[in-house]
């Protein structure tokens, strides 16, 4: 009756890893529980989730090498499998919310967010390229892009894309406060998308900065963000409190695949009670502020509720 802080189903966003192929269920060793999955078994996973009441997912692409190259352009394709997979969900399930990933990462050789010309990671060239990502996703059916790429004003050159070509709904839910952080191991695991040289110190922020997040929060919203993200979520609740003191529009945290790998190795070697320690990580997102939270517990989460394990 007096709990200052809520957490309900209808705040997660479930991350998904998606390959090509049929009946394909690959594990992460990493992610304890996360697989990589075929397009037929993961719309089984979507329903089974539906089920207990998880309604919003976000897509990634595990990408062949052989479909990388430099400039991404495999990203916005006629063929690309995750463009068909989006229209499928969206066929078969309308009523979910899904979310994209815009970023070169996943389908660049180098393994970059950016287009890399001598070493550098080079700006302003990547921006058209996200541009016609964000364009083919939301021509797929995606409800909201999710640019993670963290160049300097995509935000604005994918709103005009978007409202250029009619996609005035699709909303973007920016990642505005992306640090290059430790915690991301496992996911570039899960997509085979680590750099190939060097690191992406250039472009995600400084684990040491934090007024920096206000203006990056700034420019991302007079660009046109809807949703403004922090990531990672945990090491980074101070940042999720700064934006949501200091702006007027949703914020969503991004509880990375680190942070899951690091609960799950402890409650497997019984140090720490499982079943009280996630819903606990979780709360303490929602009470920094977050409104949104991306989350690989969000499926056991709602199997706890549904169990009455936790309230």
């Not at 189903?9 to 998904?16: D, Q, R, T």
């Not at 049929?22 to 719309?43: A, C, E, F, H």
């Not at 496992?186 to 250039?202: H, M, N, V, Y």
Request: a negative charge; hydrophobic letters at 45%; one cysteine or more.
């Amino acid at each position: 009756m007096v709990r200052e802080t809520q957490v309900s189903l209808s705040c997660f966003i479930y991350p998904l890893f998606l390959v090509d192929g049929v009946n394909q269920k690959i594990p992460i060793t990493s992610m304890p529980g996360i697989y990589r999955w075929s397009l037929d078994l993961m719309l089984k996973e979507i329903e089974e989730c539906v089920a207990l009441g998880i309604h919003s997912f976000v897509l990634f692409p595990a990408v062949e090498d052989s479909l990388k190259d430099q400039l991404g352009t495999y990203s916005y394709s006629s063929k690309n499998f995750y463009l068909s997979a989006i229209r499928e969900v969206k066929k078969r399930f309308p009523e979910v919310t899904l979310m994209s990933d815009v970023a070169l990462d996943p389908y660049s050789s180098d393994g970059h967010d950016g287009v890399v010309r001598a070493g550098e990671i080079v700006n302003d060239e990547t921006l058209p390229i996200l541009a016609k990502m964000a364009l083919a996703q939301a021509e797929a059916g995606i409800d909201i892009v999710g640019p993670s790429d963290m160049m300097d004003g995509r935000v604005g050159v994918i709103r005009e894309a978007l409202d250029d070509n009619g996609f005035t709904g699709t909303s973007i839910m920016s990642y505005t406060a992306k640090y290059a952080s430790a915690f991301y191991g496992p996911f570039r695991e899960a997509l085979d998308s680590a750099p190939k040289s060097g690191d992406k110190k250039t472009y995600q922020m400084d684990p040491a900065n934090k007024i920096e997040a206000l203006r990056e929060a700034t420019l991302d919203i007079e660009e046109g963000a809807d949703i403004i993200m922090v990531k990672p979520a945990l090491a980074y609740l101070d940042v999720i409190a700064l934006l949501k003191q200091n702006y007027d529009v949703p914020i969503s945290a991004y509880n990375v695949s680190g942070e899951f790998a690091m609960l799950k190795a402890a409650a497997q070697n019984g140090w720490l009670d499982y079943n009280r320690a996630m819903p606990e990580m979780i709360l303490s997102m929602r009470r920094a502020g977050a409104d949104i939270i991306l989350s690989y517990f969000a499926k056991e989460y709602a199997q706890l509720k549904k169990e009455r394990i936790i309230e």
